[in-house]
């Protein structure tokens, strides 16, 4: 499966953005989607995550700000990102799992000025 992300970009603190992540490949109906975020001198950590279901997790600093979904019959899947805050900077990265395999899109940069 290829993954493309779009729609990271410059934002103001308190602004929104939504990310997209386009998938090819067959797998994607059945594959967990998620969204995974690396900030300068960190480690990569997990941000959302969505079965081929709907159901959505997230991780604690972004409930209630970030809403995690999926078109199926688009094989895309979001990230909608509000009330940012500059702690959220990062590169976000978005991944399908299936079969406790990893497969990874490149990289959207994600700045928020304070």
């Known amino acids: 499966v290829q993954l493309q992300a779009s729609g990271g970009g410059l934002v103001q603190a308190g602004g929104s953005l939504r990310l997209s992540c386009a998938a090819s490949?067959?797998?994607?109906?059945?594959?967990?989607m998620a969204w995974y975020r690396q900030a300068p001198g960190k480690q990569r950590e997990l941000v959302a995550t969505?079965?081929?279901?709907?159901?959505?997790n997230y991780e604690d600093s972004v409930t209630g700000r970030f809403t995690i979904s999926r078109d199926n019959a688009k094989n895309t899947v979001y990230l909608q990102m509000n009330s940012l805050k500059p702690e959220d900077t990062a590169v976000y990265y978005c991944?399908?799992?299936?079969?406790?395999?990893?497969?990874w899109g490149q990289g959207t940069l994600v700045t928020v000025s304070s």
């Open positions: 991944a399908a799992v299936y079969r406790a395999v990893h497969y």
């Open positions: 490949g067959s797998i994607f109906t059945i594959s967990v």
């Open positions: 969505i079965t081929s279901g709907g159901s959505a």
